[in-house]
């Protein structure tokens, strides 16, 4: 069985800076491609960023690229996504996801993903 469990959304003002973590527990999940996606309402999910089992490599969608940064720690089953310079466009509920068959390859499509956090709301005004 495998848990995901986000924290550090919140609220914050155009230019802010937040910085949301994963805790993953279960099974060997420092093995694979981990991500976040982001959904706003009335939106579909989209992907956000993503980072291999080893840290590797990394993705980004293009609206985040170089404001955002996507790390992970395998000695404490942790993922990380940085946000900076937030826009009241990144406000949204964020979601950790777990790939159980991605290792060196970052999967941008949801259903590639198997495991799911609740998600963690972040709301940026301008």
């Known amino acids: 069985q495998v848990q995901l469990v986000e924290s550090g959304g919140g609220s914050g003002q155009a230019g802010d800076s937040l910085k949301l973590s994963c805790e993953a527990s279960?099974?060997?999940?420092?093995?694979?491609?981990m991500a976040w996606f982001r959904q706003a309402p009335g939106k579909e999910r989209e992907f956000v960023a993503g980072i291999t089992w080893n840290g590797g490599r990394t993705n980004y969608a293009d609206a985040v690229k170089g404001r955002f940064t996507i790390s992970r720690d395998n000695t404490k089953n942790m993922v990380y996504l940085q946000m900076n310079s937030l826009k009241p466009e990144d406000t949204a509920v964020y979601y950790c996801?777990?790939?159980?068959?991605?290792?060196?390859?970052?999967?941008?499509?949801?259903?590639?993903?198997?495991?799911w956090g609740q998600g963690t709301q972040v709301t940026v005004s301008s």
């Open positions: 996801a777990l790939s159980w068959k991605a290792q060196v390859t970052i999967p941008i499509q949801p259903n590639e993903y198997r495991y």
């Open positions: 279960g099974r060997t999940v420092s093995s694979y491609t």
